[in-house]
């Protein structure tokens, strides 16, 4: 059982506490490392020892914002997780495991966090565990640096598609308004974070673009990317994500699919559905599972067998009464 803490709580624990041992999640994102960096500049600020720990290696994109890796250095007596709900996102790289048998303090917005920390800050409402953050290091007295804004405007702009998806609030804009005013670099951060793309991921949605197919009288439109041509593009999986929302920005497209054969041969499948469709649904039936917008299943055997598979769910979904009254 966790203990519910709010923003001056979790900030008095922390400036009570030293030899400070952050955790982020496994295949971290723009939030999560982020958070992980903007806390740890917070408690160096205030003369502490920290440092950050990840299960899996920081994308370089992320650099910028000078994570302190944790090497063994000290002994931690106050474990710390920024943006992760659940133990088994943790990861069991990097000896991560000998550090997550007991958490300390956890603060999170994913609102069905499992309360695996004996103290939590959570916020369900908020767009990114940055938004909170932000708020714990002011209440912390610890001065908002350019350096630190601009870690934590990265957890804000990466965890709401740079202020486009529904989990956007007028809180998220204000927050990123005091981030700006704090001297984060908006422009060369969007420019890095969203308009930057490595040539192997171009070539792999040269690919996809290549395998564009519409099913279901244009309602449904589909891409895939064999195993093959997944290595042949040289692009490292995880920057495969954004091709998700690809197939769903065509006009008129009701259900996108993207489908990524993987190392063992199955078929990860990503669903992304329009206002009124219920891509959750779709993947639930498969096994899978997700959000009302975006959801995901993985389905075994070969790319034909996939695609009917998922298209006969995607049919049945569009041609559900409740979803044709909704679209
Ligand atoms: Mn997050």
Redesign the pocket.
């Known amino acids: 059982m966790t203990e519910q803490l709010n923003v001056q709580q979790m900030a008095e624990r922390l400036c009570a506490a030293d030899n400070i041992l952050i955790l982020c999640h496994k295949n971290p ?4 490392i982020g ?1 992980g960096s903007a806390l740890c500049h917070a408690l160096k600020a205030l003369g502490k020892t920290a440092a950050v720990l990840c299960s899996d290696a920081v994308p370089s994109r992320y650099s910028f914002t000078a994570p302190v890796p944790f090497r063994g250095e000290f002994e931690p007596k106050t474990v710390v997780a920024v ?1 992760v709900a659940s133990v088994q996102l943790f990861g069991e790289n990097n000896g991560m495991p000998q550090y997550t048998r007991h958490i300390d303090l956890c603060i ?3 609102a069905g966090n499992s309360g695996y920390a004996d103290f939590t800050l959570l916020d369900g409402n908020a ?4 938004e909170l953050l932000y708020e714990v290091i002011s209440e912390m007295g610890v001065e908002i640096t350019p350096l630190i804004a601009n870690c934590l405007y990265t ?1 804000l702009a ?2 709401t598609g740079c202020f486009r998806f529904s989990s956007t609030t007028a809180n998220t804009h204000l927050v990123a308004a005091k981030l700006i005013l704090a001297g984060a670099q908006v422009e060369e951060l969007n420019t890095l974070l969203f308009d930057t793309k490595p040539r192997e991921r171009m070539e792999a949605e040269r690919i996809a673009r290549n395998h564009l197919e519409y099913h279901l009288e244009g309602r449904c439109a589909l891409m895939y990317l064999t195993r093959d041509e997944i290595e042949q593009s040289g692009v490292d999986p995880a920057d495969l994500e954004e091709l998700t929302s690809l197939p769903i920005s065509i006009e008129g497209v009701k259900v996108g699919l993207l489908l990524r054969q993987q190392p063992g041969g199955s078929y990860r499948i990503s669903v992304r559905a329009a206002k009124g469709v219920d891509a959750c649904a779709i993947a639930r039936r498969l096994g899978g599972g997700g959000h009302t917008r975006a959801a995901g299943c993985e389905l075994l055997g070969n790319l034909d067998n996939a695609k009917s598979a998922i298209l006969a769910e995607v049919e049945a979904e569009l041609d559900r009464p409740e979803t044709q009254e909704e679209s």
Request: hydrophobic residues 25%; charged residues 30%; contains cysteine.
């Open positions: 994102d723009g939030d999560t958070c943006d999170d917005h994913h767009a990114a565990a940055a957890g990466t965890d």
